[in-house]
């Protein structure tokens, strides 16, 4: 295999394809169809473990419950790979679990709700855990003048290619005949049609990486880094190394103060962003209006359009960070998010959910490339990049956790994700008063974008 160097343009497009390759995964399954075919198989509420759940809320805690895992799973893995040169494998390693446990969710059914949800939950690790090291990469492989265009560009891609595979799926349930599939053994065809759309996204995901792989540095380019962290550890457990890094970044983090206040705004906002997006098609699916035989059609359409928006809503927002740093743009994408929040209390219709759709998509790339890009330029420039990212990707489970748990359990207790909606409001408000004043009080770092 050739050698690429930092900053190639061949080496930065394979890592951008890796967008490509797995976000038919937060699409699809996270977000679009099986949301769709989870409200449809589930009643509103059903039996787990002996107690009754909203089925809102039950998905919506089984999802918690994998961040929480993720939590105490990124650093142990991310040190072990610091410490081994095992980057690449371990993204392989979630990569390919998380693909095989897509393919196997065209068994999920409410008569072995376990075994589903281990496949549900399967798949969510392996995704998260895959980006901890995909993350990792981007600070050795682009300069920081090339971080937030490639950034952008790996989200952009992203959403360029699920959305082809998406519009596949939607003309495959729309139009079930058209591709061989009729109803069968009491399942209808439309149902089969979503089940055949999960074992697409799961060979989509794993082909596509394969691309990825080829390209991105392995063991052997971090030989020397390796040997020189093995004498430094040689009288440690590897098992804890990477919660010692852990430990040590937080260290770093605590003398750093325009990290550590970037942190803080990330974890705060993140607790919001993180968990509409997670549950945008559980709440179009429960709590709009549709007409008669809209609801699947509608759903997966609004998916696409927040699709497409993205992926201009990534590069614009790239473009307006260069005029106006990076702090200023997550400010005003901030504000926008809890407009969006606000204005989610109060819709009904398909319609005002298409245009909720809109902005949310015009908003949802934007923050998330800026959000990974900023943070890579604040990181201090280091070899053992992965434990940096891990802490950053332990914020956002953290938040993820906490706003999954917040708004299942207002589901859960007051019957509405109206609700549960609203209350992340307040989240992006105080997210974006934190980075009013880092903005005040960091100019140089901003003149410097």
């Known amino acids: 295999m050739k050698k690429y160097n930092k900053g190639s343009k061949k080496l930065?497009?394979?890592?951008?394809?890796y967008d490509w390759a797995n976000s038919v995964y937060p699409l699809v399954i996270s977000t679009?169809?099986?949301p769709i075919y989870y409200g449809i198989i589930t009643d509103d509420y059903i039996n787990f473990l002996g107690i009754s759940f909203k089925n809102t809320a039950l998905i919506s805690y089984v999802t918690a419950f994998a961040f929480i895992i993720l939590v105490f799973l990124s650093p142990l893995l991310s040190g072990i790979a610091d410490y081994t040169g095992g980057?690449?494998?371990f993204m392989k390693l979630f990569c390919y679990s998380g693909s095989a446990a897509c393919i196997f969710l065209y068994w999920f059914e409410i008569d072995n709700l376990d075994l589903s949800l281990l496949y549900y939950f399967i798949a969510l690790i392996g995704f998260w855990a895959s980006l901890v090291f995909y993350n990792s990469y981007l600070p050795e492989i682009a300069y920081p003048e090339q971080q937030d265009r490639i950034s952008a560009k790996g989200y952009a891609m992203g959403y360029f290619g699920s959305v082809i595979l998406l519009l596949i799926n939607l003309i495959m349930i729309n139009f079930p005949d058209l591709f061989g599939i009729y109803d069968s053994n009491g399942v209808v065809a439309e149902i089969k049609a979503m089940k055949i759309s999960f074992v697409m996204v799961g060979f989509w995901w794993f082909l596509f990486s394969q691309y990825t792989f080829y390209y991105l540095p392995g063991r052997k380019y971090y030989k020397q880094i390796i040997s020189k962290k093995q004498i430094e550890v040689k009288n440690r457990n590897i098992i804890f190394s990477g919660f010692i890094e852990l430990k040590s970044v937080w260290d770093q983090v605590k003398n750093y103060s325009i990290l550590k206040v970037f942190l803080l705004s990330f974890f705060i906002y993140s607790i919001a962003l993180q968990t509409v997006i997670l549950v945008a098609t559980y709440f179009g699916e429960a709590e709009i209006k549709w007409s008669e035989g809209e609801k699947t059609f509608g759903l997966i359409l609004s998916i696409l359009l927040i699709q497409l928006v993205a992926m201009l809503g990534a590069l614009l927002s790239a473009k307006i960070s260069e005029r106006l740093g990076n702090f200023?743009?997550?400010?005003?994408?901030n504000i926008i998010w809890a407009l969006i929040c606000l204005m989610g209390y109060y819709i009904e219709t398909s319609l005002q959910f298409y245009f909720a759709a809109g902005l949310v998509g015009l908003v949802m790339g934007g923050i998330q490339a800026l959000s990974r890009s900023t943070f890579s330029k604040l990181?201090?420039?280091?070899t053992n990049t992965t434990s940096y990212f891990s802490f950053y990707d332990v914020t956002q489970k953290l938040?993820?956790?906490?706003?999954?748990?917040?708004?299942?359990t207002i589901d859960q207790i007051?019957?509405?994700?109206?609700?549960?909606i609203l209350c992340f409001v307040i989240f992006f408000i105080i997210g974006a008063i934190i980075l009013f004043?880092?903005?005040?009080?960091?100019?140089?770092?901003?003149?410097?974008?």
């Open 12 to 17: 930065l497009n394979a890592w951008a394809i």
């Open 32 to 34: 679009a169809i099986f």
């Open 87 to 89: 980057k690449k494998f």
């Open 328 to 333: 200023k743009t997550l400010i005003v994408l």
């Open 379 to 382: 990181i201090p420039k280091t």
């Open 399 to 408: 938040s993820i956790v906490i706003g999954m748990t917040l708004f299942a």
């Open 414 to 420: 007051t019957g509405s994700m109206r609700n549960s």
């Open 437 to 449: 004043k880092l903005d005040k009080n960091h100019l140089s770092f901003q003149n410097s974008n």
